[in-house]
Protein backbone atom coordinates (compact mmCIF):
# COMPACT_ATOMS: atom_id res chain seq x y z
CA UNK A 1 0.00 0.00 0.00
CA UNK A 2 1.67 3.30 -0.81
CA UNK A 3 1.04 6.39 0.95
CA UNK A 4 -0.57 9.29 -0.83
CA UNK A 5 0.94 12.52 -1.14
CA UNK A 6 -0.91 15.31 -0.70
CA UNK A 7 -0.55 19.00 -1.26
CA UNK A 8 0.39 20.87 1.06
CA UNK A 9 0.02 25.13 1.40
CA UNK A 10 3.82 26.53 2.90
CA UNK A 11 2.50 29.06 6.08
CA UNK A 12 5.64 30.20 6.86
CA UNK A 13 9.50 29.83 6.32
CA UNK A 14 12.81 31.23 7.24
CA UNK A 15 16.73 30.22 7.55
CA UNK A 16 16.13 27.56 10.66
CA UNK A 17 13.35 25.72 8.38
CA UNK A 18 9.46 25.91 7.20
CA UNK A 19 5.79 24.93 8.24
CA UNK A 20 3.49 23.75 6.21
CA UNK A 21 -0.16 22.44 6.63
CA UNK A 22 -2.03 19.65 4.41
CA UNK A 23 -5.65 20.90 4.25
CA UNK A 24 -6.57 17.21 3.71
CA UNK A 25 -5.52 15.35 6.69
CA UNK A 26 -5.52 18.99 8.92
CA UNK A 27 -1.84 18.41 9.73
CA UNK A 28 1.04 20.65 10.32
CA UNK A 29 4.38 19.51 9.33
CA UNK A 30 7.16 21.63 11.07
CA UNK A 31 10.72 21.19 9.05
CA UNK A 32 13.98 22.36 10.66
CA UNK A 33 16.88 20.95 9.11
CA UNK A 34 16.63 16.99 9.06
CA UNK A 35 13.85 16.68 11.00
CA UNK A 36 10.35 16.68 10.40
CA UNK A 37 7.73 16.80 12.75
CA UNK A 38 3.83 16.52 11.72
CA UNK A 39 1.27 17.87 14.59
CA UNK A 40 -2.60 18.63 14.32
CA UNK A 41 -3.69 22.08 14.53
CA UNK A 42 -4.12 22.00 18.17
CA UNK A 43 -0.68 20.33 18.95
CA UNK A 44 0.34 23.49 16.37
CA UNK A 45 -1.27 25.91 19.11
CA UNK A 46 -0.03 24.44 22.12
CA UNK A 47 3.61 24.20 20.92
CA UNK A 48 3.36 27.79 20.25
CA UNK A 49 2.52 28.59 23.85
CA UNK A 50 5.36 26.64 24.48
CA UNK A 51 8.20 28.17 22.49
CA UNK A 52 6.69 31.47 23.39
CA UNK A 53 6.95 31.07 27.24
CA UNK A 54 10.28 29.28 26.82
CA UNK A 55 11.50 32.29 24.51
CA UNK A 56 10.60 34.70 27.09
CA UNK A 57 11.82 32.59 30.39
CA UNK A 58 15.10 32.38 28.72
CA UNK A 59 14.87 36.34 27.86
CA UNK A 60 13.97 36.90 31.57
CA UNK A 61 17.14 34.24 32.85
CA UNK A 62 19.69 35.54 30.61
CA UNK A 63 19.04 39.26 32.08
CA UNK A 64 18.78 38.33 35.46
CA UNK A 65 21.98 35.75 35.58
CA UNK A 66 23.65 39.04 34.16
CA UNK A 67 22.81 41.26 36.49
CA UNK A 68 22.85 38.62 39.49
CA UNK A 69 26.58 38.07 38.54
CA UNK A 70 26.96 42.02 38.01
CA UNK A 71 26.52 42.29 42.25
CA UNK A 72 28.88 38.95 43.14
CA UNK A 73 32.02 39.83 44.58
CA UNK A 74 34.88 38.76 42.45
CA UNK A 75 36.27 35.48 44.45
CA UNK A 76 32.75 33.81 44.07
CA UNK A 77 32.85 34.03 40.29
CA UNK A 78 33.91 30.76 39.68
CA UNK A 79 35.57 29.36 36.24
Known amino acids: MSAKKHPQILLSENQSGSVGYCESCHVVELEIGAISLRVD ?3 LQMLSALLKDATYRLNVYKKEKFRFSQ ?4 ELMFH
Open 71 to 74: DLPE
Open 41 to 43: EQS
